[in-house]
């Protein structure tokens, strides 16, 4: 792609021409930069554009809890409201040895869980990178690359003395994409979301596939449960603090999980369960609003994003508030500025002009950079895109990353608070197990989520408290194999 350049040479006010542009901290002015009144100006421009009132949120939060009712009275629905076949609150007693998958976003996730009771537990873990061609690859592949990290991982705790040789342990199997589940050892991968896109998995059920590749390399353990990460943050969330009702997962991807109760999801009403059974459901939120584009504050620039996504139209709600689209929000801007002619006049943009080559981290360092000069952003745009910039500049891009950040995280608040509300969790409160990078590493983020919930529920709103979740994917995982482990040997459900 030709690069969009600027003139390399500027008149200043005395008539001379500089030939190309060097940094001179003294005079800024006269520069093919934008001035500090100039920024300022398009700064209100995007103010306008992501700033989200309490009261346009309020409206969001209504159409969420319709989303949510919908998917759990018909299958098929834009949120589909999953019921995982997960009973119950897990009673903080289970006990035993498991093993414990994750098939993240960016990692393998293989992990020996050690339940000792009494909310107590100890764990092992090791981590394989995916990397991008994995992802494309068969999905096949994809499942025996998981049995061979899992087969390494087993055969070094054997001689480890951790596990006993030629035992078959449960497993608990994290996959964290949207998945038709009929009973808890059971999913049809419905859609791959996370950028994935491994061919001959959409449509197949995944525990067989897996278990084929685990017959194949010969690994002593047995598929017990497959669950999401935000249903395993759920339940390792309740296990440590029985306060926790909702977990959700602001990461890469985003989802939320709690308990509903039986007699409340129209769509399971043929199973004949008990109306006050407790089962947990994996909302897959990231889908509210797709497609017909009704409720959420979409700009050009989430627009644009959509339609050059490998899944346009879906996931609209993720797409605004996870952590694989908000640096990419913020390089459309400065592109859009650059073909303004506003920004880098004179300099070569190209690095920048690379979709998603503006990461979310960044955003990150830019809201936490502690100097005045604002450092840690000259660095980054000198070091990853060869780009000088002016204080006015940078102080401009700060402000940008924070209104994008803050408009994630009071979107997010927004889908908590249809839980809450739907629940009717407000006057006694709960909390809610968080999870995934964003949550975890974005400074200011959990706190914007407090101040939105605030705004959508007035002062109520300090009486739901998020909390740094623990492990879903590992601990929960095992839980889950344990509490589906002790509920069939039991006879409750046992086809469930």
């Not at 346009?312 to 303004?340: T, V």
């Not at 895109?385 to 009071?410: D, G, I, N």
């Not at 739901?464 to 006879?491: F, L, P, W, Y």
Request: hydrophobic share 40%.
């Amino acid at each position: 792609m030709a690069s969009r350049r600027g003139s390399a040479s500027v008149v200043l006010p005395s008539g001379q021409t500089l030939p190309s542009y060097t940094r001179s901290s003294e005079d800024d002015d006269g520069l093919p930069h934008a001035t500090k009144k100039k920024m300022a100006d398009h700064l209100r421009k995007y103010e306008s554009l992501f700033t989200l009132t309490p009261q346009r949120m309020r409206i969001i939060v209504e159409a969420f809890k319709e989303s949510l009712e919908l998917g759990l009275a018909k299958s098929g629905q834009v949120v589909p409201m999953i019921p995982t076949y997960v009973f119950g609150w897990p009673t903080g007693k289970e006990t035993g040895k498991y093993l414990a998958v994750d098939l993240g976003g960016t990692n393998l996730r293989v992990c020996l869980v050690i339940l000792d009771g009494d909310g107590k537990f100890e764990i092992t873990q090791s981590k394989y990178r995916l990397t991008e061609e994995q992802k494309q690859d068969d999905g096949q592949k994809l499942f025996d690359f998981c049995a061979e990290c899992l087969k390494a991982f087993v055969d070094s705790n054997i001689e480890a003395g951790f596990i006993e040789k030629d035992h078959v342990l449960p497993l608990g199997y994290t996959f964290s994409y949207p998945c038709a589940q009929d009973r808890i050892d059971h999913g049809v991968l419905i859609r791959w979301t996370k950028g994935f896109g491994a061919p001959n998995t959409e449509g197949h059920n995944v525990v067989e596939m897996f278990r084929k590749s685990l017959a194949k390399h010969s690994v002593p353990a047995e598929v017990v449960a497959l669950i999401c990460d935000t249903t395993g943050t759920l339940i390792a969330s309740h296990y440590v603090n029985p306060k926790t009702r909702i977990a959700c997962i602001f990461g890469t991807g985003c989802n939320a999980a709690y308990m509903e109760r039986v007699g409340d999801i129209p769509k399971i009403a043929n199973l004949g369960m008990d109306p006050d059974t407790q089962i947990a459901i994996n909302c897959e939120w990231g889908a509210f609003d797709s497609f017909e584009h009704e409720n959420l504050p979409r700009t050009k620039y989430d627009i644009i994003i959509d339609e050059t996504s490998n899944k346009p139209g879906e996931q609209a709600f993720e797409k605004l508030i996870s952590g694989r689209y908000l640096g990419e929000i913020l390089r459309l801007i400065i592109c859009e500025l650059i073909d303004e002619g506003v920004l880098f006049l004179g300099q070569n943009t190209y690095k920048v002009e690379i979709p998603y080559s503006f990461d979310t981290a960044f955003l990150s360092l830019m809201e936490s950079d502690p100097t005045d000069e604002l450092l840690m952003i000259i660095g980054i745009f000198s070091h990853f895109f060869a780009l000088e910039t002016t204080l006015a500049e940078r102080q401009f891009f700060r402000a940008l990353a924070k209104l994008v950040a803050r408009r994630a995280a009071r979107l997010s608040a927004c889908g908590i608070a249809a839980i809450v509300s739907k629940m009717n969790y407000l006057d006694e409160g709960c909390a809610v197990g968080a999870d995934g990078s964003l949550y975890k590493k974005y400074p200011m983020f959990a706190e914007r989520i407090h101040e939105g919930l605030q705004d959508i529920f007035g002062e109520k709103g300090k009486n739901i408290v998020t909390c740094d979740a623990e492990d879903g994917s590992g601990i929960g995982s095992a839980i889950v194999a344990a509490m589906t482990k002790a509920r069939r040997d039991a006879g409750i459900y046992p086809s469930l």
